[in-house]
């Protein structure tokens, strides 16, 4: 598409008031059988040979597309002033123009046949074809191929290389007029063509054997090549003089470049960057030369009471150099350009001190997995004690509403291990100091408040959904979605000489000898009293639950009233009114005979 010209007719077009929405595109087609047409990639289908004429909006995009076994040749635009410009094809396939304003412009299609412009021919043998894929440069157009030869037609002005690609192992080789060329990039080449390029392509490998031979340099170098796998698999022998491989076979080189640095590396005295594994296709003799030096070490004492509970790694632990250890000193030797030990705890096993040439570490630094020591020098010095993790300590967790939050809601303990098991409700679990601080991450759409023991926390930092809590024994954290709960009022009356105990969230005793307490919202109460004790809750009978004690959850300010039991004559005496008798199902009874707890005019009574 054509631009403006100039400053001032940018700024004459900014001057303008308003566009014209309603653009004329102006397309002239040759033939609507080898061309299509689709406007902001819709189909359109009303266009004629000659001249068409499309309103379109301000900013619009017509595409024109040739059809199945066409292509376009060009497409042209023109203007009142006599310009002309040449708008650019997709792969002789597509071209597509973008309208902004209504300018006058015309463009003209030409199209043709593939057939009318592919005039040119190449030859093209090939002892495989399943193996390879072979594609014509500028259309991107794939070609069907068989064994033997194909004649390959193409447009020389236009589809001048083909770029021919292995479909599963590299190309053995490929000669175009008498001469081997070479892979382009990963594998493919890209082949010029001329009408009447003969092009050879043997894509499988003969059945031969190649040798292959190590040249290895250096202090120790003898040692670095860790194994050699040849089609996926290991082998022997491989620095064996008389050591062969089959034509075609893929040959991996496995370095310890954990101990050793590689200063040179050649394949057939070509330099070469060695990556572990170095992989690579024979396709003829290889002779392999490597220079190596050991990295530089020194030696150190690491002091460990007890190696069952912990693990130490030269280095990184990912790379898996284990340091074997008994209790107490060992010797161990350390690269200088990596001065560090890994350490990482056993199962239920933590690390309890680490001292390193005098320095202490924190109790928090240590119970990262793994934990790293580093800066080692000569003489170093590290002292390490561990523990059994035994955890005898609990606390309660309470989430009002998990379904909210299954996905993102998580319990972590200070090594980043996640608390398994939590469901809605109350759920208690086992810990022991050094899970130390906890990490609690609401994190789901709805707003959240965490509580530990009736107390509102605060997040780590302001709009964040993680909060750090440190718990004792005992300790209850409570996490509401969607709701901020409210300090309700309990207030007791027991008569006196009735034992009475209160406890809140299944684990905390409740001290009301000021006759009353406090507890957020969804608390669960319990409440332990003399079985033949009348225990009522708003004034409504308080009965005994699956647990075999009486408890209520908190939703309001409440009453609690603990009473000795009333005989009936109590009953009698207390008003005029005539006793109405139910047991404790609730089902309305006569006068009972039998002894028992029953309940008159609202009232528990033993009979």
């Known amino acids: 598409m054509k631009k403006f010209y100039g400053v001032f007719i940018l700024l004459f077009v900014i001057s303008l008031p308003a566009l014209s929405q309603d653009i004329k595109a102006k397309l002239v087609i040759d033939d609507v059988n080898r061309v299509k047409v689709d406007v902001d990639f819709k189909d359109y289908t009303d266009i004629v040979n000659g001249l068409n004429i499309i309103n379109v909006s301000s900013g619009a995009t017509i595409g024109i597309e040739a059809r199945e076994g066409c292509v376009l040749k060009a497409v042209t635009g023109s203007d009142d002033s006599g310009d002309t410009w040449e708008e650019f094809i997709q792969e002789n396939k597509r071209c597509e123009l973008h309208f902004y304003s209504d300018y006058n412009e015309t463009y003209t299609v030409v199209s043709a046949g593939t057939g009318d412009v592919r005039t040119a021919t190449c030859t093209l043998s090939v002892d495989d074809a399943s193996s390879i894929k072979v594609v014509r440069g500028g259309s991107n157009s794939e070609v069907d191929i068989v064994d033997g030869s194909n004649t390959i037609a193409f447009d020389p002005a236009t589809e001048t290389t083909l770029v021919i690609s292995p479909l599963d192992k590299p190309i053995y080789n490929i000669c175009v007029d008498g001469e081997d060329i070479t892979a382009t990039s990963d594998y493919s080449y890209t082949v010029p063509v001329t009408d009447g390029t003969l092009i050879d392509v043997k894509a499988n490998y003969p059945d031969v054997r190649y040798s292959l031979t190590f040249n290895l340099n250096g202090y120790g ?21 008389d050591f062969t491989v089959q034509a075609g076979a893929e040959v991996k080189i496995y370095g310890r470049t954990d101990e050793y640095e590689v200063d040179s590396f050649t394949v057939n005295g070509k330099p070469a960057s060695f990556f572990n594994p170095f992989a690579f296709i024979m396709t003829m003799d290889a002779e392999i030369d490597i220079t190596v030096h050991r990295f530089d070490t020194f030696v150190m004492t690491l002091c460990v009471d007890d190696p069952s509970r912990v693990k130490a790694y030269r280095g990184y632990s990912y790379n898996g150099d284990e340091l074997l250890l008994e209790a107490g000193d060992n010797e161990v030797e350390i690269r200088r350009d990596i001065p560090i030990i890994s350490f990482v705890p056993a199962g239920m096993c933590y690390i309890a001190t680490a001292e390193v040439d005098g320095y202490v570490y924190e109790s928090d630094e240590l119970k990262v997995s793994p934990f790293m020591i580093g800066l080692l020098t000569d003489g170093s010095r590290i002292d390490i004690t561990t523990g059994d993790i035994v955890r005898d300590k609990r606390a309660v967790v309470y989430i009002n509403e998990l379904t909210v939050a299954e996905a993102y809601f998580s319990l972590l303990r200070s090594d980043r291990t996640k608390v398994e098991g939590i469901v809605q409700g109350y759920n208690t679990f086992d810990f022991y100091d050094g899970d130390n601080a906890f990490t609690v991450s609401t994190g789901a759409p709805d707003e959240s408040c965490v509580y530990l023991n009736d107390e509102i926390c605060d997040a780590v930092f ?13 300790d209850v954290m409570k996490i509401f979605y969607g709701e901020v709960p409210y300090m309700r009022l309990v207030t007791v009356e027991a008569e006196p000489g009735i034992d009475v105990a209160v406890t809140t969230d299944h684990v905390c005793p409740v001290d009301f000898a000021s006759g009353s307490f406090r507890a957020l919202d969804r608390t669960y109460v319990s409440v332990v009293a003399p079985a033949d004790a009348a225990v009522t809750l708003d004034g409504d009978i308080l009965e005994f639950g699956d647990d075999g004690r009486r408890g209520f959850t908190v939703s309001a300010d409440h009453v609690l009233k603990v009473s000795k039991s009333m005989g009936i004559e109590d009953i009698e005496a207390s008003g005029s009114e005539p006793a109405v008798w139910y047991n404790l199902q609730g089902i309305r009874v006569a006068e009972p005979s039998v002894p028992g ?3 008159v005019n609202g009232k528990k009574v033993r009979r």
């Open 462 to 474: 302001p709009g964040s959904n993680d909060y750090s809590l440190t718990l004792a024994d005992g």
């Open 221 to 241: 170098a003898e040692d670095f090549i860790r194994g050699v796998d040849i089609d996926g698999k290991p082998v022997a022998g491989y620095l064996e003089p």
């Open 597 to 599: 707890l029953y309940i």
